[in-house]
């Protein structure tokens, strides 16, 4: 039974990759901020208790991660998949744009995957496993209100992409996948009828288990995934 580990997995894209995981006979690690998210997210994943392992780190630090991958070592000794879906969002103009809203942006969608990544390196090279992170269409298009965000996720596609290059000598394949509007808790939103309309997290979550199911001599290294008919303004 292979083992993976999704960062930013109590809710939204993240905990439906976790279920879609347990459905697919994973093993999962998931980590989330706080305990309280963590428990919420458990209340939900009734039955497979025995296939979760819940974290609390928050992938701003480097020593959460080492903790995390630990705790996996410790459970299981072994890592296959690694799903880097922590993110968070701050928009506003940039006159008005406050330092710690920079910070914490690029220090969650980037440098948080980078501390993701480096901390499970060693198992995944084990493993010869896979990497995926989950990027946004804001990866590749600019908008107003948009420099921290459209910053983190630029640079986070750029990261997944050479990282990709560099990992696939050693058996290792790697995809970000860029999602647009998607009906989540994101940037502190509750979804609702409105959002009908746009992605879905588990659309998100089946893209993932079709990339573990496909024949290894493929890789489809960048996906970009839009509303099939999105509102009009």
Known sequence: MKVAYVTGGTKGIGLAIVQSLLKDKYRVAFSGRSENSISEAMQTLDGYEDYL?????????????????????DKWNQLDLVVANAGIGH???????????WNETIDVNLTGVFHTV??????????????????????????????????SKFGLVGFTQAMMLDLRDFGIKTTTIMPGSVSTHFNGRTPGDGDAWKIQPEDIAQIVIDLLHMDSR???????????????P
């Open 53 to 73: 392992l819940p974290i609390v780190s928050n992938v701003k630090s480097y020593d959460d991660e080492q903790r995390a991958v630990e705790f996996i070592k």
């Open 91 to 101: 928009f506003a103009p940039i006159d008005e744009l406050t330092l710690d809203q």
């Open 118 to 151: 480096k901390s499970t390196l060693e198992l995944i090279k084990q493993s010869k496993g896979y990497y995926m992170t989950i990027a946004s269409l804001a990866g590749t298009n600019f908008f107003a209100r948009g420099t921290a965000y459209n910053a």
């Open 218 to 232: 493929t890789l489809p290294s960048k996906i970009e995934v839009r509303p099939s008919f999105p509102r009009k």
